[in-house]
């Protein structure tokens, strides 16, 4: 129903989602679409006494760096270790601007950094490594944060053939397409059936291992899916798949039509179906829908 939204701490509960109703984000992700919340704690680990200077999230789709400088503070930068674009916010009460050598330390409650090159972000500094990575937390939305959608592109139906396959709710539907996630189609359609990219891409991000699923927002967060990264730097996705219901990979490239999965009943969903929308990532784990259309042809 809505993509998902990551968000991670190095404190309590939830490993790297924030889902809301539509199964990245985005939600954002985007993780949509959305948006719920686990959290991931950085590796790698260390004793308390040692001094932590790197942590990454996500399967290492990002990391965070701290280099210790001659006046005792710590310089703060992320950078993207796979080849694709994240747009991500870092909060922390311990994080400062980065000071001229005649200003004062200034706080800095939160960051936002786009990474689209594999070049390293400065993002501020702070005094103490360690508290730090107790305190801080980062939510991120995979995709292209200044995507121009191309409206005129007319999507191929992710269920094929589609005259066999029910809209069951689209745009602004009561249920649960409003806000960020109001531009997206659902499809009901029996657990495991094929879902078909409705447009060629990179895929960006996936998630198989829910196995949880009903009419509650609750569980959001065990909807499983596959987030396709197109070439105007938007984000086609694709939600409530079955359990091990993937069959591509985070990096892969696909073609129009090729299978990408089944559709199942994971996450926030009322019956079975796959929820379908394209999207754009924004910060603060944040993504917005965009209008689309599907071409009239089936297979």
């Given at each position: 129903?809505?993509?998902?939204?990551?968000?991670?701490?190095?404190?309590?509960?939830?490993?790297?989602?924030?889902?809301?109703?539509?199964?990245?984000?985005?939600?954002?992700?985007?993780?949509?679409?959305?948006?719920?919340?686990?959290?991931?704690?950085?590796?790698?680990?260390?004793?308390?006494?040692?001094?932590?200077?790197?942590?990454?999230?996500?399967?290492?789709?990002?990391?965070?760096?701290?280099?210790?400088?001659?006046?005792?503070?710590?310089?703060?930068?992320?950078?993207?270790?796979?080849?694709?674009?994240v747009a991500l916010t870092l909060?922390?009460?311990?994080?400062?601007?980065?000071?001229?050598?005649?200003?004062?330390?200034?706080?800095?409650?939160?960051?936002?950094?786009?990474?689209?090159?594999?070049?390293?972000?400065?993002?501020?500094?702070?005094?103490?490594?360690?508290?730090?990575?107790?305190?801080?937390?980062?939510?991120?939305?995979?995709?292209?944060?200044?995507?121009?959608?191309?409206?005129?592109?007319?999507?191929?139906?992710?269920?094929?053939?589609?005259?066999?396959?029910?809209?069951?709710?689209?745009?602004?539907?009561?249920?649960?397409?409003?806000?960020?996630?109001?531009?997206?189609?659902?499809?009901?359609?029996?657990?495991?059936?094929?879902?078909?990219?409705?447009?060629?891409?990179?895929?960006?991000?996936?998630?198989?291992?829910?196995?949880?699923?009903?009419?509650?927002s609750r569980l959001a967060k065990?909807?499983?899916?596959?987030?396709?990264?197109?070439?105007?730097?938007?984000?086609?996705?694709?939600?409530?798949?079955?359990?091990?219901?993937?069959?591509?990979?985070?990096?892969?490239?696909?073609?129009?039509?090729?299978?990408?999965?089944?559709?199942?009943?994971?996450?926030?969903?009322?019956?079975?179906?796959?929820?379908?929308?394209?999207?754009?990532?924004?910060?603060h784990g944040k993504y917005v829908?965009?209008?689309?259309?599907?071409?009239?042809?089936?297979?």
């Amino acid at each position: 129903m809505s993509p998902v939204t990551r968000l991670s701490s190095h404190s309590t509960c939830h490993p790297a989602f924030i889902v809301s109703d539509k199964g990245r984000l985005k939600a954002s992700f985007l993780f949509l679409a959305f948006f719920c919340v686990s959290l991931l704690r950085p590796s790698p680990t260390f004793a308390e006494t040692e001094v932590k200077t790197s942590g990454c999230f996500d399967k290492a789709r990002f990391c965070f760096e701290l280099t210790p400088s001659p006046d005792s503070l710590y310089l703060v930068s992320v950078k993207r270790k796979i080849a694709m674009p994240v747009a991500l916010t870092l909060y922390s009460d311990k994080l400062f601007q980065i000071p001229s050598s005649l200003e004062a330390l200034k706080p800095k409650a939160h960051v936002n950094a786009f990474l689209n090159t594999d070049d390293a972000v400065p993002l501020g500094v702070v005094k103490n490594a360690n508290a730090f990575w107790h305190t801080m937390r980062v939510k991120w939305t995979a995709g292209q944060i200044d995507a121009q959608h191309d409206r005129d592109y007319a999507y191929y139906s992710p269920l094929q053939p589609a005259s066999a396959y029910r809209i069951v709710q689209g745009f602004n539907g009561s249920f649960s397409h409003s806000g960020a996630s109001r531009y997206a189609l659902d499809f009901a359609a029996p657990v495991g059936t094929p879902i078909l990219a409705a447009r060629a891409g990179v895929v960006i991000d996936t998630k198989d291992n829910g196995t949880k699923g009903g009419p509650h927002s609750r569980l959001a967060k065990h909807a499983n899916y596959v987030a396709i990264l197109h070439s105007d730097g938007t984000t086609g996705e694709y939600y409530h798949l079955k359990h091990e219901g993937v069959v591509v990979e985070r990096g892969q490239t696909v073609q129009q039509g090729q299978l990408i999965g089944y559709t199942g009943n994971t996450g926030f969903s009322s019956l079975p179906h796959l929820h379908f929308g394209i999207y754009v990532a924004k910060f603060h784990g944040k993504y917005v829908s965009v209008p689309f259309s599907l071409t009239d042809t089936s297979q």
